[in-house]
């Protein structure tokens, strides 16, 4: 199969005859990637079981891990849920359209395909405008993981979905790079008490100044193992991960930089291809061939926003061995840490004063 991928301006007119293609591509049961404001995601009609089907064989996704359904419009809720929780409504008033994803009970609408046998729903209504032109063109329901291959960093270009999915869907509708670039924020909202299940931009800070009190999945930020049982399925795989050996470097600023400089300095004694992924405001310190800067501590968002980008660089690098800092920045470190916590396999040094 030949992957198009076609330029998306974000305007209804301009974009009608690219949304007329997905659409027929969608309602016929194919795949189109999207792009959304959090991740690119591999789009299916969420309401048809082959599809959903598809998304895991192209991702090459274990099938108890479901999908988010998208929506474009508030009113598309009540179809796919057994009821709107009224916390539901007071989160979508705050944070929807945007980052994210509220876990209710299912109504028999949406096919356990896309659950992944569950019995709940996983849905989100994003803000970016290519999105929801695209979902409002198609059943209104999009099942759509994020587009990289299981396992493999999120895709943050149109160009990443190419690299994992060139030949297996028809067409990427392109629209430049993510905004956010970390995946969205999820809640459950089935149990008594809201349950945070995946951290990402809407942090838990904002989801209690609606809620009041949340919990926080045990699995989050912690130990994952694969015995473990986290709420999200999809939190107890392997994700995210570079080729190379990732070990991430904690403690104060000074000391970490001192040995990463020294463990990289021996491995490259050694022969090894090894790789630091530093801050604007410490990439001069490092001694290492190769230096990668993820964004400005000051600017969170900008670690966020390139933490995927630089992870498959890594690959690109050919590197065996890489130190990264921890990125434990006041509102999104939770969602960072996750992530590159994930993609380290858990390899943490720490140093201290
Ligand atoms: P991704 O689509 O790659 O962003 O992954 C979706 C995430 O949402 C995975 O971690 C899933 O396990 C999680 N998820 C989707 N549906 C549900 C659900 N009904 N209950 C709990 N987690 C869910
Ligand atoms: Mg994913």
Redesign the pocket.
Known sequence: MVTKIVKAYGDHEKDEELMKLAKEIICSGGLVGMPTET?Y?LAGDALNPESSKKIYAAKGRPSD????VHIADIEALDKIVEEVPETARRLAEKFWPGPL?M?MH?SEKVPYET??G?E???VRMPVNEIARDFIRSTSGYIA???A?KSGRP?CTTAEHVYEDLNGEIPLIIDGGAVGIGI??T?I?LTSETPCL??PGYVNLEMLESVLGHVDVDPSIGGVISASAHP?????KYKHYAPKGELYIVEGPEKRVIERINSLAAEHEAAGERTAVIATEETKDYYKCRVIRSVGKRSDEISIAHNLFAVLREMDELNVSTIYTEAFDTPAMGMAIMNRLIRAAGHKIIKTED
């Open positions: 991740v995601g891990n479901p999908l988010i994803t876990v299912k659950t992944g569950l709940t729903v996983a759509a993981p994020s990289n999120s995946e969205s999820i459950d299940l995946r709420k999200a399925p999809g939190m």
